[in-house]
């Protein structure tokens, strides 16, 4: 069929009233070029369906508990911002520095000057600061400014917490919920010594399991933190890898109770299924984050890699006492059949 007999048929399916069809081909036909003008100039190339790319952003998902808070945990909790602010990587050079020029005696004992900067930087950082500021020209930013000066007393808690898309409770609310969002995992440079008497530690990354404890709301006036303070189980006796090649953790045994803080964004969302042999130790399953985008090489349709739990494809061998495999029970006599 020629090209203009074809679109004679598109026209004739304008036809809404036959009395008029003239007035209902023009009609039709200028409402079709007005919306494909809008659509070509005026509306964003976004279709309706799934998004890409999900939203990931930061809020609360609860109602909030206001807190006065003091003393170490505090503190603990402010020093956590610092560590894990990058403005902050020159300051914290350069007090230790000031340590070790101050205490040239413990000037080779690495873990000493470490615990006595995790206690003295927040002060420090304060009045380092304001002396910058009296400068003229200076170029303190906001973000230094701000956060040197201290948090506010006053603590916002929450007991379930968006970070990035994934929904994260807190382990109180989790016992009385059906779905599981209170496990946690971070992988961190941490200083490790070999005993209470070694002073030379190594920095080394470690793995940390645990669960959150309290969502924290750290308010800097100009910028808000969100914290996790977690129960970490102990890495020494409370967590271990198994000959299948999983991970188990002893949520009972409790360490790292002077680091209780991590940074909301920084931490991944892990889940813990009982183990049926010993149920004080729990399988710790990594899953997927469920705000990646389905892009590979820049493909729309490209399969998006995911971390799973590393376990071995095949069953260890069970030996008995001659260092024979057996395949049958020992107790048991075995029973003839006639064919």
């Not at 509306?43 to 206001?66: E, F, M, N, V």
């Not at 002073?199 to 750290?218: A, Q, R, T």
């Not at 990594?286 to 069953?315: F, I, K, N, W």
Request: include cysteine; aromatic fraction near 12%.
């Amino acid at each position: 069929m020629f090209p203009f007999e074809r679109y004679m048929k598109v026209c004739k399916g304008y036809v809404r009233n036959r009395a008029r069809p003239e007035g209902c081909i023009a009609e039709n036909y200028i409402a079709e070029e007005a919306v494909e003008f809008l659509a070509e100039r005026l509306l964003s190339d976004k279709t309706i369906g799934i998004p890409k790319q999900r939203s990931k952003d930061c809020r609360h998902t609860s109602g909030a508990k206001i807190s006065s808070i003091y003393g170490g945990e505090f503190k603990q909790a402010h020093l956590c911002v610092l560590q894990n602010t990058e403005e902050f990587s020159s300051y914290f050079l350069e007090h230790m520095e000031y340590l070790k020029a101050t205490f040239p005696t413990f000037k080779k004992n690495k873990k000493w000057l470490k615990d006595e900067q995790n206690k003295t930087f927040a002060d420090w950082v304060k009045k380092r600061v304001e002396e910058q500021l009296m400068i003229p020209e200076n170029n303190i930013s906001e973000t230094v400014r701000w956060i040197a000066a201290g948090p506010c007393h006053e603590v916002a808690k929450f007991s379930s917490y968006i970070v990035d898309g994934v929904q994260f409770y807190t382990k109180l609310l989790d016992d009385v919920r059906a779905c599981q969002n209170s496990g946690v995992y971070l992988e961190a440079d941490t200083m490790v010594v070999a005993s209470a008497r070694d002073k030379n530690p190594k920095v080394c990354k470690l793995s940390f399991y645990g669960v959150v404890d309290e969502i924290w709301e750290m308010d800097y006036t100009r910028f808000m933190f969100p914290l996790f303070k977690c129960d970490w189980a102990e890495s020494s006796k409370g967590v271990k890898v198994d000959d299948l090649g999983f991970t188990l953790v002893n949520l009972n045994r409790k360490g790292h109770l002077k680091d209780k803080f991590a940074i909301a964004t920084s931490v991944h969302q892990i889940f813990y299924v009982q183990d049926p042999i010993d149920p004080m130790w729990s399988v710790a399953l990594r899953g997927p984050q469920r705000d990646y985008d389905d892009l590979v090489y820049g493909e729309e349709a490209g399969d998006t890699p995911c971390d799973h739990q590393s376990c071995t494809d095949r069953m260890p061998s069970v030996e008995n006492g001659e260092g024979e495999i057996g395949y049958v029970r020992a107790e048991n006599e075995g029973i003839l059949l006639n064919e």
